[in-house]
């Protein structure tokens, strides 16, 4: 009886520990004009000293010197800046707390191959690190779920909602693979040998490959209406053949990534690049080839002995000038606070500034396929915005002062301004 009341209390403190108090914020009620702001509207170019004014949780006009509305709320923003909402890609926010308690942990399924896992299903809405995201500017993110081989879909939720039912901004976009090793680890935990590496890197790719043949083969069945069952897996990836689905492949290796480049070609698939660390020694070839890539390392350090410190860095700038249609992501869960600073690093290293910006915001909503509402600041989009003192990608002078997410005003309180606070207060 000791033990199971023991095991109860650690549970709960557990729980306790996984769960803020903040409540989401209200529907929007007014209308609220923005004055004199200095608009950083991705598409648009940079607006000094405009307002902009949003209605139903939509943005309904941008000008100077706007009618204010009758009964709406005024907010001067003289001196500050407003961006869109910042998208981050490929995370594992509301999946995961705390790594070293594995009660906190639903990132993952068992089995290689799971494309029917949806990584919303597990979304924790109450996690006490999304507070901590928010903060920091991201309004949305891909939850994308982790795993061996086929990861199952990921979904892009917004971070404010009670649950992921009404944070879903578009579930199940599409389907996850981790593209099979091409190398021999040598490093001193690798206990394996050359050649049961290499056999394992083969069996991995062949199981890849007969997964996409017994998911067409199931797909034209079930359009001949020849179909015996249901299978939940291959009714994942069905939209992966009709194209209403996208096909997320991460890899880091220039050889994994031409592998996939061949395989995607070869079956017509639209997909994203993810990872792609190398995608800098291939530029050209993946600007000629219309990939759309997600670079995920922009804080990264050299890969092999002969790269330079700041490859990683300057990766983003490289790609820009090869005319690569790319974004830019901070894989992880509670570090992705640090994505806008990271587009302000590769700014840093040869990016143009606006270019940066678009990268987490409307190249993420493009990829994911609701740039019509998300990503940028244009009448008819989406009220989701943020207001900074200073800039939104200097990690020194940014100061985030408000989040409207679908024009409704979300509370910033979080658990490191609360501990900042409280120790402020120290004698």
């Keep these: 009886m000791k033990k199971l009341l023991t095991a109860v209390a650690a549970a709960t403190v557990t729980l306790s520990v996984a769960a803020h108090d903040i409540v989401p914020g209200e529907v929007q009620q007014q209308p609220i004009l923005l004055q004199n702001g200095t608009l950083h509207t991705v598409t648009n170019g940079v607006q000094e000293d405009t307002d902009l004014l949003f ?14 509305p009758e009964g709406a709320q005024v907010l001067d923003l003289t001196g500050k800046h407003v961006y869109p909402g910042v998208i981050a890609l490929d995370t594992t926010i509301g999946l995961r707390e705390i790594e070293a308690v594995r009660a906190t ?25 999304i507070p901590t995201i928010r903060y920091n500017g991201v309004s949305h993110a891909q939850i ?3 795993g061996n081989l086929v990861t199952g879909r990921s979904s892009l939720l917004q971070l404010d909602g009670w649950t ?59 359009l001949a209406g020849e179909l015996q069952g249901t299978d939940l897996r291959w009714e994942a990836m069905l939209g992966l053949f009709d194209g209403s689905s996208t096909l997320f492949v991460h890899a880091n290796d220039k050889r994994q990534i031409e592998e996939a480049m061949e395989l995607t070609q070869e079956w017509g698939f639209d997909w994203v690049l993810m990872g792609a660390r190398d995608a800098w020694r291939m530029a050209d070839e993946l600007a000629e080839a219309d990939v759309r890539v997600v670079f995920g390392a922009p804080f990264g350090l050299p890969s092999r002995h002969d790269e330079g410190f700041d490859q990683a860095f300057s990766t983003p700038a490289a790609l820009a000038e090869a005319g690569v249609n790319f974004a830019i992501s901070y894989p992880g869960y509670w570090d992705v606070r640090n994505l806008p600073f990271a587009a302000g690093n590769a ?59 679908e024009g409704r005003m979300v509370d910033l309180n979080n658990r490191h301004l609360q501990l900042y606070n409280k120790y402020k207060q120290k004698p």
């Design 144 to 146: 994308v779920p982790q």
């Design 105 to 129: 942990e639903d990132a993952e399924e068992v089995g290689a191959v799971t494309p029917e896992v949806s990584g919303h299903v597990a979304y924790n809405p109450d996690s006490e690190v």
């Design 164 to 222: 992921y039912e009404d944070a879903g901004e578009r579930l199940n976009v599409g389907v996850h693979v981790n593209w099979p090793r091409v190398g021999i680890n040598t490093s001193w935990w690798e206990r394996r040998s050359p050649e049961e590496q290499r056999k394992a890197n083969a069996e991995a790719r062949k199981n890849l490959e007969r997964t996409f043949v017994q998911a067409k083969a199931y797909y034209d069945a079930k």
């Design 55 to 68: 209605v139903d949780g939509k943005i309904s006009a941008i000008g100077s010197d706007l009618a204010v």
């Design 347 to 405: 700014v840093a290293y040869g990016l143009d500034r606006e270019a940066a910006l678009a990268a987490i915001t409307l190249k993420p909503a493009e990829f994911l396929g609701v740039a019509d509402r998300l990503g940028s600041l244009e009448a008819g989009k989406q009220a989701t915005l943020v207001i900074s003192a200073g800039d939104l990608l200097d990690p020194i002078g940014q100061n985030v002062e408000t989040l409207f997410i």
